[in-house]
């Protein structure tokens, strides 16, 4: 036999773990973005929130009815300004007055001058924010409340309704696609053909690392279409108040969405047709809008947000949210990471252990006793 011959017949060398995942990796991405309904589920969400901030921008500017306003120490044009905008101005000598204008009711908000603002107007509430006021100028100013106290509640719910909605809307997308994807292949048989080439582990790993970077690449798209939104609608002054706690919520999107990403591929190696994927399905998406939930119904509950903040499956919008809000010690988000990144771990490995017992039964529902028991 020649030395060709010999060289060609070789057997090959097996991948190794890592070269295997991202290999997986690769394929995940590939198919994904390739997508059409990905595609354009992510340009119609970019749509949207551009829109939606263009929207709150130049919303209510139509309004017949003027709204009162006490200027104070206004320079000529701001108040023209104010007057072309379909405000009312009552001239006040002092902030006192000002203030004294809004208290009895003649006003329902003071304009001062604010020489950081964009447009060098500031809008104060008796006791919540002029949100509604402020819609009436084409560029947002810059908005407090009379009483030192108040809490800028329209804001805050704002921030943690988007928070909460893009986590669970990116999260819920790419794991729904790790479980159907798994799923699929299960019933296809194609997982003994890939089982045979590289290690479940590496199957796994490749799949959540894959689904990862499309669900962070969506998180920034969602950001960036944010900046803009703010930046066309005259907005950018909350860039400053978001850009913190944005980082610490992409500091904490990336362990969340792992945590949760070996959840779902964990729980669909259990099944092997779509139509049982309910049963496994239904706590996989209890996780994902447990955060969601918690913005919605606790964000006024100081215990509650407390709470969630170091509950590793809600802690990546509460932490954030409440860092937003001020209410937290310089230690709270790095303990609360430090909780999140442990519980990632354990959780990334006891779903190896599932998905590897599991991945090659077919038929009835697996067991998660089973599937721990009989690792491959």
Not at 121 to 136: H, R, S, V, W
Not at 211 to 237: D, K, P, Y
Request: net charge negative; glycine share 6%; proline share 4%.
């Amino acid at each position: 036999m020649s030395v060709e011959s010999q060289e060609t017949n070789a057997p090959q060398s097996p991948l190794s773990t890592t070269a295997a995942a991202r290999l997986v990796a690769g394929r995940e991405i590939h198919t994904q973005v390739r997508s059409k309904p990905f595609v354009i589920s992510t340009l119609v969400t970019v749509v949207l929130i551009i829109g939606g901030f263009i929207a709150l921008g130049f919303m209510g500017g139509d309004d017949e009815d003027e709204v009162p306003v006490a200027a104070v120490e206004l320079p000529a044009e701001h108040q023209q300004m104010l007057e072309e905008t379909n405000f009312e101005v009552t001239q006040a000598g002092s902030m006192d007055e000002a203030e004294q204008l809004l208290q009895d009711g003649d006003v329902d908000v003071i304009a001062a001058f604010d020489e950081e603002s964009y447009i060098q107007i500031q809008l104060i509430g008796l006791d919540e924010l002029p949100m509604t006021e402020a819609q009436n100028l084409s560029v947002m100013p810059t908005m407090d409340v009379l009483d030192g106290d108040a809490e800028d509640s329209d804001i805050l719910y704002f921030v943690a309704m988007a928070f909460g909605l893009i986590y669970m809307l990116v999260a819920m997308g790419s794991g729904m696609i790790i479980m159907q994807n798994t799923i699929q292949e299960k019933q296809n048989r194609i997982v003994e053909i890939l089982l045979s080439a590289i290690s479940a582990k590496a199957l796994l790993a490749g799949k959540i690392l894959g689904n990862s970077i499309v669900a962070l690449g969506q998180f920034l798209t969602m950001a960036v279409a944010s900046v803009v939104g703010m930046a066309v609608s005259g907005q950018l002054e909350y860039l400053e108040m978001l850009t913190w706690p944005m980082a610490w919520f992409l500091v904490f999107f990336i362990p969340g969405f792992l945590l949760v990403a070996s959840v779902f591929a964990a729980t669909a190696s259990l099944v092997s047709r779509q139509e049982d994927s309910g049963s496994v399905m239904t706590p996989a998406m209890m996780l994902v809008m447990a955060p969601y939930i918690v913005a919605l119904f606790g964000l006024n509950n100081d215990l509650v947000m407390t709470v969630a903040s170091y509950v590793p499956f809600t802690s990546p919008v509460a932490m954030s949210v409440r860092l937003f809000d001020g209410s937290t010690a310089w230690f709270e988000p790095l303990l609360s990471m430090g909780i999140l990144v442990i519980t990632t771990v354990l959780v990334m490995a006891l779903a190896a252990r599932i998905y590897s017992g599991a991945l090659l039964h077919t038929g009835q529902r697996v067991k998660l006793s089973q599937a721990l028991k009989s690792e491959n």
